[in-house]
């Protein structure tokens, strides 16, 4: 007949069965030890993220801010692209009349 193997131990029992006080102490330490640091890593990372975030921000609204004004001046350069059109125009009806008023004045004074 067989036998059967012996149960595992509990979980985790036989990780550290073997270790004096001073070893587990030491290991307790060293894991309080390295939690603090992530602990300040993480706070650190959460206040540079913060930055980025008010940074990003910053640079959104700076954005929005020029897009207005491109906006605004795409708006009155039209607007003078408009005046000066009509000025061109009036300025041709002027020379046209003007033209048209010599061409009187010669053939009056033929």
Do not use: C, W
Request: aromatic share 4%.
């Amino acid at each position: 007949m067989m036998q059967r193997p012996p149960p595992p131990p509990p979980s985790g029992a036989g990780l550290f069965s073997n270790a004096s006080p001073e070893e587990l102490s030491v290991l307790v330490l060293t894991i309080q030890d390295e939690y603090a640091k992530l602990s300040k890593d993480k706070a650190t990372a959460d206040e540079t993220i913060a930055d980025l975030n008010s940074q990003y921000k910053e640079a959104m609204d700076e954005i929005s801010s020029l897009a207005g004004t491109v906006r605004h001046l795409e708006s009155e350069n039209e607007e003078v692209r408009s005046m000066m059109e009509t000025q061109s125009v009036q300025f041709d009806q002027s020379m046209n009349e003007m033209a048209s008023i010599e061409s009187m004045k010669r053939a009056a004074d033929a």
